[in-house]
């Protein structure tokens, strides 16, 4: 009878650890954003769906990315982006990392908490427990632009897509696209389909003027540490056209595997938010990372941008060509 009531309770026990775990997974994926009415032919050779990250109100800037698109017959899929600036603070607490006993960083911190002009972060060295942090001057923008893209992996992932390609809205179409599906299969041949996970589009990001500004580190985060902080600076030519890369900042234009999208879920869903996105998808210790050599699809230099504050319709944006 005893044993009978220890191995009921044990069951209990157990079910309930289970319901805990997938809601500590779920935490974050709730925060995600739904894509709606994803008709119509998003796709090319290789590629089983195209999409382009871009806030309502720059519609401008969707446009434009478009004509740069639409002379080789790319139609990506329009995201309505997560505008950062229009989530609640609530939402900001939720997605960010929670501080527990020990953590340390030695830096202080940016944190969101109800209070006048609570859109600007306080700054401090994280100390209270259960109070939520981002890296230093972590903008609103910035968590929006995480979510995005992480709204956009989860959804490519439930479609069961294995190779997708992922834009924000603005690139600058340098060669044929085209030739990425060729780069697709090439780096397949040269590491095999499950030897990478992204590969992006150009060499490096570059300024606004247009130099290139390559990575070889990663930033410090709050709840984890790289198992090998020498990888992120490890660079080499798989061929004459692809190499490895261990780290790179700029996520306006990358293909993902199946794979990628996998670790990069699961790294996040763990660990949630703490650094801007192109500095915290380097991070998974077994993210295969790869850029072609040629750029092909690049960012635009001085491209408008609302990472910062929600510039959309000032009368200095007003002013930017297209």
């Known amino acids: 009878m005893l044993a009978s009531l220890v191995e009921k309770a044990m069951k209990y026990v157990l079910v309930f650890l289970i319901l805990?775990?997938?809601?500590?997974?779920?935490?974050?994926?709730?925060?995600?954003?739904?894509?709606?009415?994803k008709s119509g032919s998003h796709t090319m050779k290789g590629i089983d769906f195209i999409y382009m990250i871009n806030l309502d109100q720059r519609p401008e800037k969707f446009e434009r990315s478009l004509q740069q698109l639409h002379p080789w017959g790319i139609n990506p899929y329009r995201f309505s982006a997560v505008n950062g600036w229009e989530l609640s603070v609530d939402t900001i607490?939720?997605?960010?990392?929670?501080?527990?006993?020990?953590?340390?960083?030695?830096?202080m911190l940016a944190t969101y908490y109800e209070k006048e002009n609570w859109k600007n972060p306080v700054h401090e060295y994280p100390h209270k427990k259960g109070r939520t942090y981002f890296c230093h001057c972590m903008s609103l923008g910035a968590i929006g632009i995480c979510l995005s893209h992480l709204s956009v992996l989860q959804?490519?992932?439930?479609?069961?897509?294995?190779?997708?390609?992922?834009?924000?809205?603005?690139?600058?179409?340098?060669s044929d696209p085209h030739i990425l599906s060729k780069w697709i299969k090439k780096?397949?041949?040269?590491?095999?389909?499950?030897?990478?996970?992204?590969?992006?589009?150009?060499?490096?990001?570059k300024n606004n003027n247009g130099h290139y500004v390559p990575c070889t580190s990663c930033a410090l985060r709050l709840n984890f540490t790289p198992s090998d902080k020498k990888k992120f600076a490890k660079r080499y030519e798989v061929t004459s056209d692809i190499r490895?890369?261990?780290?790179?900042?700029?996520?306006?234009?990358?293909?993902?595997?199946?794979?990628g999208m996998q670790k990069l879920l699961q790294f996040f869903k763990k660990h949630n938010i703490f650094l801007p996105y192109d500095?915290?998808?380097?991070?998974?210790?077994?993210?295969?990372?790869?850029?072609?050599?040629?750029?092909?699809?690049?960012?635009?230099?001085?491209?408008?941008?609302?990472?910062?504050?929600?510039?959309?319709?000032?009368?200095r944006d007003l002013h930017i060509g297209f």
């Open 93 to 107: 607490t939720a997605v960010g990392v929670k501080y527990k006993t020990g953590m340390t960083l030695g830096n």
């Open 244 to 259: 490895y890369i261990g780290a790179r900042f700029g996520a306006y234009s990358m293909i993902v595997r199946r794979s």
């Open 187 to 205: 780096l397949d041949k040269a590491v095999g389909k499950d030897g990478w996970d992204i590969l992006f589009t150009d060499r490096d990001t």
């Open 20 to 37: 805990f775990t997938l809601n500590l997974e779920a935490k974050l994926k709730d925060y995600f954003k739904k894509p709606i009415n």
């Open 155 to 174: 959804d490519a992932f439930d479609s069961g897509y294995e190779t997708i390609w992922i834009m924000e809205d603005d690139i600058e179409v340098i």
């Open 279 to 315: 500095m915290d998808f380097i991070m998974p210790d077994d993210i295969q990372l790869f850029s072609v050599i040629h750029d092909i699809v690049s960012t635009k230099p001085n491209s408008p941008s609302d990472n910062g504050g929600p510039n959309y319709g000032t009368e």
